[in-house]
């Protein structure tokens, strides 16, 4: 099975609508595929793709998270002193922020019976699921509020769509935006990235970035450029940075109003076939599909 990830730096740049017309358009096909959602902390695909849903797997995700034994704590500091993500503050640990590295576990002095006066602990920040749809395995994972994807979290998804895959050939996987740790799971041991980019200051400076990422783990990339005609200089300096950077660019896609009817209605924009987007997304996905199969 050929894994297929869809990604962009930031939030927004129509991400999911490319990932939701190739799922849609890869049902027209022949090529059985199953698909994932690894934008975990906003997940959208279920609310497009629920038709014929039953549920195949349901667990709980767990998370690390750090916790102080007050009846033992001395408050030395030395814990907030080496927390990278300032999650310790006066002996309270913000569950908000801590990313359940362990370090305050390590450097922690007080150790009565064994045990550390901030230890880690398995906490429940929400469900994995996977179902079978109308539109092949869908696997995700919805969160509690607050709870936050973790690398672990993108590769269980990963993980559960490969165990329930059956004969899929194609796997469609919509990563979740940023350049964090998440975003590494995602592209590990996937075979090709699709970067979505936008003509704005913020979306060229992340596709610099994520480019790095996926270079350094040695993965095919390609992009489109969404809403290109929205500023022609910006998408033109795009255009430059890829050549340069030896990253084909696919289509350029343009503004289109009834993309943003396509999210409201929940409906994936190719299902709209007088979209003008929709046109060159069919062209984006022959392409890739392409790409893909050559690999
Ligand atoms: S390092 Fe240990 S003893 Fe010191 S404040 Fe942190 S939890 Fe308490
Ligand atoms: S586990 Fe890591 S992030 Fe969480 S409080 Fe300890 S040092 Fe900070």
Redesign the pocket.
Known sequence: MKQLLILSGKGGTGKTTIASSFISLLKQGETPACFADCDVDVPNLHLIFSDGETCLSQSTCFNRRAV?DQSF???????EEHCRSGAMKN?VVNPYLCEGCGV?EL????NRDGH???QLAEINTGDYTVSDTDFGIFSTAQLKSGAGATGKTINAVKQNLASFCGESQVAVIDGSPGIGCPIISSIAGVDLVLLVVEPSLSSMSDLERILKTVRQLKVPAVACINRADISPELSQQIQLYCQEHELPILEEIPFDPLVIRAVNHSRPVVDYDNSPAAQHIRSLFEKTLQHLQQL
């Open positions: 102080i704590c001395t408050h030395c500091g030395v814990c002996g305050c450097v922690c002095p007080v550390k006066a901030v």
